[in-house]
Nanobody, 117 residues
């Protein structure tokens, strides 16, 4: 069964840190994996992406604060979030995608991150 399971969300004070995890089962990451987030009343936005050649891209709003990484042996992708701000509050989703006729597009269920004093 194909699954992406996020974990690591929670409540943190401004300036704090969290590390999100996205664990894959039933398939292997082979193209790119992304973290998206969606705040109440807003559209889902791309936060960070890592490709199979370990190229990384970040939204301007998180550059220098967030880091995406992978552990292929554990089939897990991480999002290290530092210097968190209230505007980072959102549900964070993991997405694994491979384009093409043999492609796939999988989403996790999301994990809530709340940054508040």
């Amino acid at each position: 069964q194909v699954q992406l399971v996020e974990s690591g969300g929670g409540l943190v004070q401004p300036g704090g840190s969290l590390r999100l995890s996205c664990a894959a089962s039933g398939f292997t990451f082979s193209a790119y994996v992304s973290w998206y987030r969606q705040a109440p009343g807003k559209e889902r936005e791309l936060v960070a992406r890592i490709t199979s050649d370990v190229s990384r891209n970040y939204a301007d709003s998180v550059k220098g604060r967030f880091t995406i990484s992978t552990d292929n042996a554990k089939k897990t992708v991480y999002l290290q979030m530092n210097s968190l701000k209230s505007e980072d509050t959102a549900v964070y989703f993991c997405n694994a995608k491979r384009p093409g006729i043999w492609g796939y597009d999988y989403w996790g269920q999301g994990t809530q991150v709340t940054v508040s004093a």
